[in-house]
Nanobody, 127 residues
Framework: QVQLAESGGGLVQAGDSLRVSCVLS????????MGWFRQAPGKEREFVAA????????AYADSVKGRFAISRDNVKSTVYLQMNSLKPEDTAIYYC????????????????????WGQGIQVTVSS
């Protein structure tokens, strides 16, 4: 049984940095492409970033490109999302998710590809 557990969220000020992490347990981590999604109050869930199983491919939403960086450590079964220059509009619950399929940047943002999801972690950016 695959489980995903996020950590590292919290309250920060605009312009600050924060790193959230997600650990996968129950299966071999490297076979999954991993993604981060977020959902703000009153809004639909949206794609943030994704990374291929070997870490060689990444994809980002335009809204975070240049500010956020996704990475992974396959030894630690962990995916990270480094968030820099945070804005109040980045406030949301952040979810990590695992995709067993072949990673392509063009399809990385499609939520239906991700079959395992974490519980989510709150990130709040104050102005």
């Amino acid at each position: 049984q695959v489980q995903l557990a996020e950590s590292g969220g919290g309250l920060v000020q605009a312009g600050d940095s924060l790193r959230v992490s997600c650990v996968l347990s129950g299966r071999t981590f490297s076979v999954y492409a991993m993604g981060w999604f977020r959902q703000a109050p009153g809004k639909e869930r949206e794609f943030v970033a994704a990374i291929s199983g070997n870490g060689g491919g990444t994809a980002y939403a335009d809204s975070v490109k240049g500010r956020f960086a996704i990475s992974r450590d396959n030894v630690k079964s962990t995916v990270y999302l480094q968030m820099n220059s945070l804005k109040p509009e980045d406030t949301a619950i952040y979810y990590c998710a695992a995709d067993p399929g072949f990673f392509t940047p063009e399809d990385a943002g499609l939520a239906y590809r991700y079959i395992y999801w974490g519980q989510g972690i709150q990130v709040t950016v104050s102005s």
